[in-house]
């Protein structure tokens, strides 16, 4: 074990999707381990099944906490924390395994408010096994929020050097309009500037959508441009924040593509989640900004379609790994 490197984090998900079979994969991609150490929150027995099925040699060893890592100096080890016995099979969901999943990642997000780990890494769980198990979350981003207790956070993709924020993610569409407030609104462009300030050297550009065809059209097709949101962006400029906009949707997103932004303000969910998975489906990360850890993720779900089958694509995984590790150290070299 290199002590220089990082410990991270891995919550392996719901083990019945594919999230423990692109853990072994990514693993699997020899430089991950050369740069990190690794600990899993997971079922080892669901590890083994892929590691085996992939001819993958490495078998982390059974710890307790990333304490272990240093004192048995390891460079992958794995915490069940319990959860030994899970029903192993692929495709089907069991809300015992839900749970699991939920309690594997609490453990993981006070592993980072300790400092015991860098960074976070979470593989997918589904929204449906946390509601058959009765855990009042819609996903990872509010459990997080709620784990720190952290009350401005923002759903954020990330692909090649690029980041979307949103402004409201897992909201019915009709929801997410009237949630289009100035406040609320300059709070996202506050969240994402302050976030990308501390890991960027050079001048930011951050571009803000509009919320309707045309970014309005001076009106014609809605007016929360004229209302709030290039208020939202004037009273950002005043406070020094490099922001312009409101874009037309079906372009401004392209703009970032090549290298005209560092980042889009996205009103909605599939406002940005669209042109990022069209753009960078395999290579797209999940990051919530605003909280006081690192945590990024794959920016797919269980699909538990293809589970068991070998066949599911390790790539976002990869990517969210490395990322992890990127900010951990600039994190750590600003502090």
Request: proline share 5%.
């Amino acid at each position: 074990m290199d002590k220089k490197k990082p410990i991270i984090a891995i919550t392996m998900g719901d083990i019945n999707g594919v999230g423990p079979e692109i853990i072994v994969k990514a693993l699997m991609i020899q430089n991950i381990l050369q740069k990190a150490n690794i600990i899993i929150a997971g079922n080892l027995k669901a590890y083994n099944f892929y590691a085996n099925m992939l001819n993958f040699p490495i078998v982390p060893q059974r710890i307790k906490s990333p304490k272990d890592i240093i004192s048995e100096n390891l460079n992958l080890g794995i915490t069940e924390l319990g959860y030994e016995d899970l029903p192993f099979e692929p495709g089907k969901l069991y809300p015992e395994n839900s749970q699991a999943s939920a309690d594997w990642i609490k453990n993981a997000v006070n592993w980072a408010l300790e400092k015991q780990v860098r960074a976070i890494v979470t593989a997918p769980i589904t929204k449906e096994g946390l509601a058959k198990a009765n855990i009042p979350y819609d996903g990872h981003t509010t459990m997080l929020a709620d784990l720190t207790r952290t009350k401005d956070y923002r759903m954020t993709l990330y692909a090649k050097g690029k980041w979307i924020v949103h402004h409201t993610a897992h909201l019915s569409l009709s929801e997410a309009i009237a949630r289009v407030q100035l406040s609320s609104l300059i709070k996202t462009i506050q969240i994402c500037y302050e976030y990308l300030r501390k890991i960027y050297s050079t001048e930011l550009q951050i571009a803000v959508a509009g919320l309707n065809p045309h970014a309005g059209e001076n009106g014609l097709f809605g007016r929360e441009e004229i209302e709030i949101i290039k208020p939202a962006i004037e009273e950002c400029k005043r406070m020094g924040i490099p922001c312009t906009g409101p874009y037309p949707p079906d372009t401004v997103f392209r703009r970032l593509w090549l290298g005209e932004f560092n980042a889009v303000i996205a009103m909605y969910h599939d406002q940005g989640h669209i042109p990022l998975k069209l753009l960078a489906m395999d290579e797209g990360v999940n990051v919530t900004i605003g909280l006081p850890i690192i945590r990024t993720s794959v920016d797919h779900g269980t699909a538990f379609d293809i589970a068991g089958k070998g066949i599911a694509s390790e790539k976002s995984l990869i990517e969210a790994i490395n990322l992890a590790i990127e900010l951990s150290n600039k994190m750590e070299s600003i502090n």
